[in-house]
């Protein structure tokens, strides 16, 4: 069954940008029809959408933070990967990768990974 | 953008039966997907379009949906149960996903 690996820093400098890959295995990311998502989780708080890049490559975003956020698919390397610049301590958390079937239009996640924790501090 | 508001907390003694309601203004026309997040792990899914059962999820797992109001339920709630609870809805005004703040199942 597919599976996903967060992977990346897990400190970044406050005004960086953060870097994130997730891996897909026991599938390929471009085989079927899906979207590929990022969530985070601050520590104690509840779960924030990020975005979502869909096989083709199309994406959406979370409106609060889209101006920061880019989201791409690397299909040669089966990842797909999130960038958000000028973090700041509010961007700590855990971050995960999902998976959405994409015959959804209300995109339920099926598919998670364990999550990766990324620290915002000098 | 869209609300979705649970519960903080709902305690249940086991053997029992909990609700765990998801209130959004119109809620009763999207569909609305239930997550379980047990301490340190990945959020599970456990119930999508409203109502049906990912394989694996026990069938005391249920969900239904209506007016402005989503509600899963647990019946014979068990100690591994015990967990955080998140709604979720896809906002199609804005394109994106919602969650609802989340609510910690207490088995007493």
């Known amino acids: 069954q597919v599976q996903l690996q967060e992977s990346g820093p897990g400190l970044v400098k406050p005004s960086q940008t953060l870097s994130l890959t997730c891996t897909v295995s026991?599938?390929?990311?471009?085989?079927?029809?899906?979207?590929w998502s990022w969530i985070r989780q601050p520590a104690g708080k509840g779960l924030e959408w990020i975005g979502r890049?869909?096989?083709?490559?199309?994406?959406n975003y979370n409106p609060s933070l889209k101006s920061r956020v880019t989201i791409s698919v690397d299909t040669s390397k089966n990842q797909f990967s999130l960038k958000l610049s000028s973090v700041t301590a509010a961007d700590t958390a855990v971050y995960y990768c999902?998976?959405?079937?994409?015959?959804?239009?209300?995109?339920?996640?099926?598919?998670w990974g364990k999550g990766t924790t990324v620290t915002v501090s000098s | 953008s869209y609300v979705l508001t649970q519960p903080p907390s709902v305690s249940v003694a086991p053997g029992k039966t909990a609700r765990i309601t998801c209130g959004g203004n119109?809620?009763?026309?999207?569909?609305v997907h239930w997550y379980q997040q047990k301490p340190g792990q990945a959020p599970v899914l456990v119930i999508y379009?409203?109502?049906d059962r990912p394989s694996g999820i026990p069938e005391r797992f249920s969900g239904s949906n209506s007016g402005n109001t989503a509600t899963l339920t647990i019946s014979r709630v068990e100690a591994g149960d015990e967990a955080d609870y998140y709604c979720?809805?896809?906002?199609?005004?804005?394109?994106?996903?919602?969650f609802g703040g989340g609510t910690k199942l207490t088995v007493l």
């Open positions: 026991g599938g390929s990311i471009s085989s079927g029809s899906y979207y």
């Open positions: 979720q809805v896809w906002d199609s005004s804005s394109d994106y996903v919602v």
């Open positions: 119109n809620i009763g026309s999207k569909s």
């Open positions: 379009y409203d109502s």
């Open positions: 890049i869909y096989t083709s490559g199309s994406t």
């Open positions: 999902a998976r959405a079937p994409g015959y959804s239009s209300s995109h339920y996640m099926d598919v």
